[in-house]
Nanobody, 122 residues
Framework: VQLQASGGGLVQAGGSLRLSCAAS????????MAWFRQAPGKERQFVAG????????YYSDSAKGRFTISRDNAKNTMYLQMDSLKPEDTAIYYCAMSNIAYSLTARTYDYWGQGTLVTVSS
């Protein structure tokens, strides 16, 4: 399985970005997906997750109410709509895939994308 994240960029505080994560390879099966982020000098942290059928979603406290995760299984693509962005959202955002539902722990994810940089200016 290969994951390709895209959509990052530079945005002013209060702005929006939409990240995408395209999956290829042996993507059939009931995989759950998530977004993590890592700021310079900090550990990778969970942002948002979605279960295999797109019905169940879960968010970190910092993302709740501002970010929306979704997926289109027909296109093997997951999205993260980020609104009301803040400078503290600046990080490299990674998409990941797991066969464990509702996991907030990075080590439980089997496949990772290369990351896309989000920079929010004040």
């Amino acid at each position: 399985v290969q994951l390709q994240a895209s959509g990052g960029g530079l945005v002013q505080a209060g702005g929006s970005l939409r990240l995408s994560c395209a999956a290829s390879g042996r993507t059939h099966g009931s995989y759950h997906m998530a977004w993590f982020r890592q700021a310079p000098g900090k550990e990778r942290q969970f942002v948002a997750g979605i279960n295999w059928n797109g019905i169940g979603t879960y968010y970190s406290d910092s993302a709740k109410g501002r970010f929306t995760i979704s997926r289109d299984n027909a296109k093997n693509t997951m999205y993260l709509q980020m609104d009301s962005l803040k400078p503290e959202d600046t990080a490299i955002y990674y998409c990941a895939m797991s066969n464990i539902a509702y996991s907030l722990t990075a080590r439980t994810y089997d496949y990772w994308g290369q990351g896309t940089l989000v920079t929010v200016s004040s």
